[in-house]
C-alpha cells in the first residue's frame, strides 16, 4: 500500500527559530513530492520536486527531495507567527498522463510562538 | 484571479437528508479531484475525474456517495442519505493538463459539512 509519513506530527517553536519538517514515502511509480501549507482554510501549494539534490527555495522556506532515502525535508528559517499551519506532504503517482492523483501525509502542524 | 470555487461553504443537515455539493475548477483545468478531510484520517482521495470521466472512486463509499461531471465547469458530489460520521470539510482540487507542474492541484475553500 502506498504511504507517506510525515514527522514530528506537532512542533512549537519560538519566533526566529529555524523548523525542519520531514517526509518520507513508501510507493510504487514514484513521481513527484509536492508541499503544501494549509492554515483555517484550504492547502495552498507550496514546491514540487521532481529530481534528487536540488534545492527549492521560496523567500524563507525551502525544500529538497532525497530519492535514495526515499524522503523530503521543508526548512523554514526564522520562523513567524504567520507560518504557523499545517505542512503538508503529497507523493504523485505516475500512472502516465497528466495530472495524477497524489498521496497526503496527516501532516505536521506547527505552532510559532511569539 | 483564477481559483477553485466550492458551494456551500458551510452545510448542516440532518441524518438522512441529501447533500449535495459543488465545485467549479479553474478554467482550463481538465482534472478534478474530491478529497474529504478530519482530524483522524487527514486528506482522503473520495474520486478524481480527468476531462470529466470518473477515472478512480475507490475512496468513496459507493452505497451512499456519487460524484459526476455534468459539464467542464462544474463538479457535484453527493451524500444520500447523510450519516453523523460524513461530518467533514469536504475539498474539491483541480489541476492542470500539460506543463512541468502537471501535479500540482489547485484546492477551493472547501466544504465544512456536520451531520446531526
Known amino acids: 500500500e502506498d504511504k507517506v509519513v510525515q514527522s514530528p506530527l506537532s512542533l512549537v517553536v519560538h519566533e526566529g527559530d529555524t523548523v525542519t519538517l520531514n517526509c518520507s514515502y513508501e510507493v510504487t511509480n514514484f513521481r513527484s513530492l509536492l508541499w503544501y501549507k494549509q492554515e483555517k482554510k484550504a492547502p495552498t501549494f507550496l514546491f514540487m520536486l521532481?529530481?534528487?539534490?536540488i534545492e527549492k527555495k521560496s523567500g524563507r522556506l525551502s525544500s529538497i527531495l532525497d530519492k535514495k532515502e526515499l524522503s523530503s525535508i521543508l526548512n523554514i528559517t526564522a520562523t513567524q507567527t504567520g507560518d504557523s499551519a499545517i505542512y503538508l506532504c503529497a507523493v504523485g503517482l505516475n500512472y502516465g498522463g497528466a495530472t495524477n492523483k497524489l498521496i497526503f501525509g496527516t501532516g505536521t502542524l506547527l505552532a510559532v510562538q511569539p | 484571479d483564477a481559483r477553485v470555487t466550492q458551494t456551500p461553504r458551510h452545510k448542516v443537515t440532518e441524518m438522512g437528508q441529501e447533500v449535495t455539493m459543488r465545485c467549479q475548477p479553474i478554467?482550463?483545468?481538465?482534472?478534478v479531484f474530491w478529497y474529504r478531510q478530519t482530524m483522524m484520517q487527514g486528506l482522503e482521495l473520495l474520486a478524481y475525474f480527468r476531462n470529466r470521466a470518473p477515472l478512480d472512486d475507490s475512496g468513496m463509499p459507493k452505497d451512499r456517495f456519487s460524484a459526476e461531471m455534468p459539464d467542464a465547469t462544474l463538479a457535484t458530489l453527493k451524500i444520500q442519505p447523510s450519516e453523523p460520521r460524513d461530518s467533514a470539510v469536504y475539498f474539491c482540487?483541480?489541476?492542470?493538463?500539460?506543463?512541468?507542474?502537471?501535479?500540482?492541484?489547485?484546492f477551493g475553500p472547501g466544504t465544512r459539512l456536520t451531520v446531526l
Open positions: 482540487a483541480s489541476g492542470a493538463p500539460t506543463g512541468w507542474h502537471t501535479d500540482t492541484q489547485y
Open positions: 478554467l482550463g483545468h481538465n482534472t
Open positions: 521532481t529530481s534528487s539534490g
